[in-house]
Structures are given as C-alpha cells and as structure tokens.
C-alpha cells in the first residue's frame, strides 16, 4: 500500500520560503498517477496547490502560481514544494497526496497525514 | 474557477437516520466529482470518485449520485464513526477546487 510522508521546518519567517518533501513509499512515483499538494489553515476548508507527474509536467493554482514551484526527484522516490515569499496567510497543514487518473482529471486517492507549517517571525 | 457550493454547512442527525449532503457546481464537471471524509487531526479520505464510484474499502452505506452540475452524498444508518466533515471536489477543470465542507454533528 502506498504511503506517503510530507517533512520539512514547522515555521518559517515572513518572506521567507517554505519548502516541503513528499517521500513515497510502497510504489513508485514513476507509475502512471500525479504527485499534489494540497493544504488546509487551521479551522478552515481545502485548497488545492498544484500537482506534478513523473516527466516534471506541472500544473498550479492561478491564486499561488507566481510563488508555488514543484519539483519531483525519481531517484529518491519524492517530491517536493516550494512557496516563495510567504505571509501569514501561508499558515496551514499541507498535505501531500497521490492522485488516481480518471477518464476526465485526476482525484487524490492516498493521503500524507499532513504537516503544520506556521509563517511567523 | 469552478466555484464548488455544498449545503449545508453543518447537518445534525442521529445515530442510525440518513445525511444528504449537496454540492453544486458553478458550471459543469461531468462526472469528474469526488467526495472526501475528514475527522479532527486527520487527513482527508477519499470515499467517492467518479460522482458515483466507492473508494476502496468504503462501505455500501455511502451513496453519492448527480452529474453535471449538481451532486449529492447520501449516508445511510450513519454510525458513530461517520460523524465528520465532507468536501466535495472538482477535478474536471483547473485548479481543482472543493467546497467549503459540510459537518455531520450527532444531533
């Protein structure tokens, strides 16, 4: 069963980078399915970052798109996000998630358990 | 954007009764909509793919129906343990987007 880990600092300082690992185990990530992140402020609902297959094709959410960068690194079995100049508005769990291809899109079929990061000085 | 719209935002029912959860979309999305369970301190788990389609290991008492634009979860006999929030989402366009939540309470 696949299973993933999210890792990374819990607090970043404003205007600084939050950058964030995603280890996959129990498969691959050189399989047919696409990589996500999505994240959650405290209290609050979903939002979808963006998403990346294995060839390094991306896609990103408009709101996020000039600060948000995905990467994924075969040989580790992992893949990471990178979000530029981050404000408070930053603060949330980010979970990272495989996403199952359907006949139209993608749905996130396995979950990381998700990680707090916070954006404070 | 596809703007996702569920209804209500809490539902209060007992133990054993049927939930109906809604979600509308703001255009359509086929039938490209999942829907997602989520407790307190845990990640999102998904129940229903392909508006219609049980996830792995979800039981039949989790129904979900609709296509287009407007789409429904049905829990039959709700048990102790479905007592939590659900997001619908999109993922027929980008971004992929999800609903606000709608919070099953033990009434």
């Known amino acids: 069963q696949v299973q993933l880990q999210e890792s990374g600092p819990g607090l970043v300082k404003p205007s600084g980078t939050l950058s964030l690992t995603c280890a996959v185990s129990g498969g691959s990530i050189s399989t047919t399915n696409w990589w996500s992140w999505v994240r959650q402020p405290p209290g609050k609902g979903l939002e979808w970052i963006g998403e990346i297959y294995q060839s390094g094709s991306t896609n990103y959410n408009p709101s996020l798109k000039s600060r948000v960068t995905i990467s994924v690194d075969k040989s580790k079995n992992q893949f990471s996000l990178n979000l530029i100049s981050v404000t408070a508005a930053d603060t949330a769990i980010y979970y990272c998630?495989?996403?199952?291809?359907?006949?139209?899109?993608?749905?996130?079929?396995?979950w990381g358990q998700g990680t707090l990061v916070a954006v404070s000085s | 954007e596809i703007v996702m719209t569920q209804s209500p935002a809490t539902l209060s029912v007992s133990p054993g009764e049927t939930a109906t959860l809604s979600c509308r979309a703001s255009q359509s999305v086929s039938s490209s909509l999942a829907w997602y369970q989520q407790k307190p301190g845990q990640a999102p788990r998904l129940l229903i793919y392909g508006a219609s389609t049980r996830a792995t290991g979800i039981p039949a008492r989790f129904r979900g129906s609709g296509s287009g634009t407007e789409f429904t979860l049905t829990i039959s006999g709700l048990q102790s343990e479905d007592f939590a929030v659900y997001y619908c989402q999109q993922y027929n366009n980008w971004p992929r987007t999800f609903g606000q939540g709608t919070k099953v309470e033990i009434k």
């Open positions: 998630a495989r996403d199952a291809i359907a006949v139209a899109g993608s749905y996130s079929d396995y």
